[in-house]
């Protein structure tokens, strides 16, 4: 996948997670962008109806650092059931 804002192709996946908050799965895979200096998230929605949606955002640096710096203490981000603060805690708009 390129980068959505400078269309450089992306470096690996930096961090990952899953949330159901409403019956609906969102699995986020963050991605940076080292030439442009932001970072990418790639989001797939699993829907009630069983459908499935794709969303790719560009995040200011600043933000993605943090989310990730979130991500990083959850002990199961990819675990959709993880109980933890961050999952209770962070919605699906970030
Ligand atoms: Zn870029
Ligand atoms: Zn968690």
Same mark, same amino acid.
């Given at each position: 996948m390129n980068c &959505? #804002?400078?269309? %450089? &192709?992306?470096? &690996?996946? *930096? +961090? @990952?997670?899953? !949330? #159901? &908050?409403a @019956? /609906? /799965?969102? *699995?986020?895979c963050?991605? #940076?962008? /080292?030439?442009?200096g932001h970072y990418v998230r790639d989001t797939v929605v699993d829907r009630f109806s069983g459908d !499935? =949606? #794709?969303?790719? =955002?560009? *995040? %200011?640096d600043e933000l993605g650092t943090r989310t990730i710096g979130l991500i +990083? %203490?959850?002990p199961a981000p990819l675990d959709d059931k993880c109980r933890?603060? *961050?999952?209770? !805690?962070?919605g699906v708009g970030w």
């Amino acid at each position: 996948m390129n980068c &959505p #804002r400078c269309d %450089q &192709p992306l470096g &690996p996946r *930096v +961090a @990952g997670f899953a !949330t #159901r &908050p409403a @019956g /609906e /799965e969102y *699995v986020h895979c963050w991605y #940076r962008c /080292e030439p442009c200096g932001h970072y990418v998230r790639d989001t797939v929605v699993d829907r009630f109806s069983g459908d !499935t =949606d #794709r969303f790719v =955002d560009v *995040v %200011q640096d600043e933000l993605g650092t943090r989310t990730i710096g979130l991500i +990083a %203490q959850c002990p199961a981000p990819l675990d959709d059931k993880c109980r933890c603060l *961050v999952h209770s !805690t962070v919605g699906v708009g970030w």
